[in-house]
Nanobody
Framework: QVQLVESGGGLVQAGGSLRLSCVGS????????MAWYRQAPGEQRELVAA???????NYADSVKGRFTISRDNAKNTVYLQMNSLKPEDTAVYYC???????????????WGQGTQVTVSS
């Protein structure tokens, strides 16, 4: 398992940018696929972006072209660069290790506290 801590959230106006960070404990971090999820009030947690150990990425349609997921295995860190933010992006953002079967991703670790992203209109 990988213990993860998210940070970097905050309040930003529509059109602005934020970069989220997810720091892991380091247990087999480099071989895990990682993903960012988000959950808005009253809604289900949804996958935002994922990255394999080899660097292959995948994004939800709603964030394609605006968000970029990356990782720095030497720092046990996964990032989510969020540009052109919209009010609809407002949510608590979480990271987790994942595995995938086809286009479906499944979390494999415990959920952390997440980091709040609020985008004002």
């Amino acid at each position: 398992q990988v213990q993860l801590v998210e940070s970097g959230g905050g309040l930003v106006q529509a059109g602005g940018s934020l970069r989220l960070s997810c720091v892991g404990s380091g247990s087999a971090f480099s071989i895990n696929a990682m993903a960012w999820y988000r959950q808005a009030p009253g809604e289900q947690r949804e996958l935002v972006a994922a990255i394999t150990s080899g660097g292959t990425t995948n994004y939800a349609d709603s964030v394609k072209g605006r968000f970029t997921i990356s990782r720095d295995n030497a720092k046990n860190t996964v990032y989510l660069q969020m540009n052109s933010l919209k009010p609809e992006d407002t949510a608590v953002y979480y990271c987790n290790s994942v595995y995938y079967l086809g286009s479906a991703y499944y979390s494999t670790g415990a959920w952390g506290q997440g980091t709040q992203v609020t985008v004002s209109s």
